[in-house]
Nanobody
Framework: VQLQASGGGLVQAGGSLRLSCVASGRTFSSYLMGWFRQAPGKEREFVGFISRSGDSTYYVDSVRGRFTISRDNAKNTVYLQMNSLKPEDTAVYYC??????????WGQGTQVTVSS
């Protein structure tokens, strides 16, 4: 599966952005989908995931209550709604598809910059 992330940009602190990740192929609904991010000079960090059906999500503490992951299997798309953004959310954001407990497929990343 190929993944294409989009929706990044520059936003002021307290603002919102919605990232999208479109998958190719007809097996999108068979993948658990995750979002990751990598800030400059830091290791890639897990942000959260959504189950194959979309009925279950998980978030790391730093984004819980501010970020929401959703998916539309009919559109082969997973979303990351980011609210109340903080400067420390600045990073390149990646979507990834999980098969057999491994994130095997990655999108190219989209830059999110939050100004203070």
């Amino acid at each position: 599966v190929q993944l294409q992330a989009s929706g990044g940009g520059l936003v002021q602190a307290g603002g919102s952005l919605r990232l999208s990740c479109v998958a190719s192929g007809r097996t999108f609904s068979s993948y658990l989908m995750g979002w990751f991010r990598q800030a400059p000079g830091k290791e890639r960090e897990f942000v959260g995931f959504i189950s194959r059906s979309g009925d279950s999500t998980y978030y790391v503490d730093s984004v819980r209550g501010r970020f929401t992951i959703s998916r539309d299997n009919a559109k082969n798309t997973v979303y990351l709604q980011m609210n109340s953004l903080k400067p420390e959310d600045t990073a390149v954001y990646y979507c990834a598809a999980n098969s057999a407990s491994v994130y095997s497929y990655w999108g190219q990343g989209t830059q999110v910059t939050v100004s203070s």
